[in-house]
């Protein structure tokens, strides 16, 4: 079923979804049922999988130089989506992005998507590759997830990359889209980022998620200037437990976020990770509390494979 579906079905409940990453390469899919089977309880309305572009690694050689190869580490977002709705019958979202794909191997993806029965997918850009610096199209690829997301609704419409073909089946996927509460880090500012924002919801996004954040006033001012911005689609509110001490530092550096002066003065005052953990347990499960009586339509954790701080949080908030 549609993720929008899900929502119009739940008649202003709050759902609950989660994001889950595939395992490392050679890793087993145990690691996923293990990070799933202690949540079904809180029957999660659907679970993302996201995707993960190769990466370039240097291999020392025997004669002592080093060699440059691509290596993808998570591969596996399409096999997981299936195993997931095989096993669970639970909505699977798997991720697609631009980076690294031309177009052609992209309608095929969503041909294979659309095969197994997949009813929605996040469109995104991807990042770029760390060696990089800027995000590279692939030659023949998208170069925005706008694009990305042009070419799924032509899907939708019948309309393939070759227009000879004849009596084409339309895919019918719900589309998601990426949205910043605290900008996307390359934007210059945010009016400029909820343009392109517009613009995918204008080019047929049907709902949004959005980036972490740890305050939530940052999230209602994001969906005020939406709405004030003509964006009308849901806006699904993204959530990570904070575990460590360390993440004060990393999440802001990775994800481009800001962390309230409050929840930084209470994980600095606790010695030791397990007590910064039950910090972050606490504060989420106050976001999540006041994000529900606000009534968000869903609060999509991003559990990053540990199911029992999620599952801490949403036995008290569902
Ligand atoms: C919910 C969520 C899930 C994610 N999952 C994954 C994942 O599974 N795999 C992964 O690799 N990454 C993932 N990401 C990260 C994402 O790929 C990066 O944040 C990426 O840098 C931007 O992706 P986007 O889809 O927001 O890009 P876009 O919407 O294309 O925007 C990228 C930047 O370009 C600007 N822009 C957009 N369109 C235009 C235009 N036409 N002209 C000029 N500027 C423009 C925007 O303002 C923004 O600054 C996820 C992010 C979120 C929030």
């Not at 990466?55 to 025997?62: D, G, I, L, N």
């Not at 740890?214 to 004030?228: G, I, L, S, T």
């Amino acid at each position: 079923m549609k993720v929008v579906e899900h929502i119009r079905k739940a008649e202003g409940k709050t759902l609950f979804s989660i994001e889950i990453l595939p395992p490392l390469k050679g890793k087993s899919m145990q690691e996923i049922y293990q990070a799933i089977d202690p949540l079904l309880e809180f029957n999660p309305s659907f679970i993302d999988v996201t995707y993960h572009r190769e990466e370039y690694v240097y291999k020392k050689r025997a004669d002592g130089l080093l060699e440059k190869k691509s290596v993808k580490k998570r591969p596996g977002t399409v096999g997981i989506c299936a195993a997931i709705m095989n096993k669970y019958g639970i909505d699977a979202v798997p991720h697609i992005i631009c980076g690294g794909f031309t177009r052609e191997e992209t309608e095929n993806a969503l041909i294979d998507l659309s095969f197994l029965g997949i009813d929605n997918v996040l469109v995104l850009r991807g990042d770029s590759i760390k060696s990089e610096g800027n995000f590279v199209p692939e030659p023949g690829g998208n170069a925005y997830a706008l694009d990305l997301l042009q070419q799924v609704v032509s899907m939708n419409h019948g309309q393939y990359l070759d227009e000879d073909l004849q009596d084409v089946a339309p895919t019918g996927f719900c589309i998601g889209v990426a949205g910043y509460p605290e900008k996307h880090f390359e934007a210059p500012n945010m009016r400029s980022d909820l343009k392109y924002l517009k613009a995918k919801v204008d080019a047929g996004a049907d709902y949004i998620v959005t980036q972490m954040f740890y305050d939530n006033k940052k999230y209602f001012e994001f969906v005020e200037a939406c709405r004030a911005a003509d964006i009308k689609v849901p806006i699904i509110p993204g959530i990570k437990v904070m575990t460590t001490k360390k993440q004060l530092t990393v999440l802001p550096s990775i994800f481009h976020i800001d962390i309230p002066d409050e929840l930084e003065d209470e994980m600095s005052k606790v010695e030791g990770n397990d007590k910064a953990k039950e910090v972050g347990i606490e504060w989420c499960i106050r976001q999540c509390k006041e994000l529900k009586a606000a009534g968000v339509p869903v609060i999509h954790f991003y559990t990053m494979g540990n199911s029992d701080t999620c599952k801490r949080v949403v036995s008290k908030v569902f």
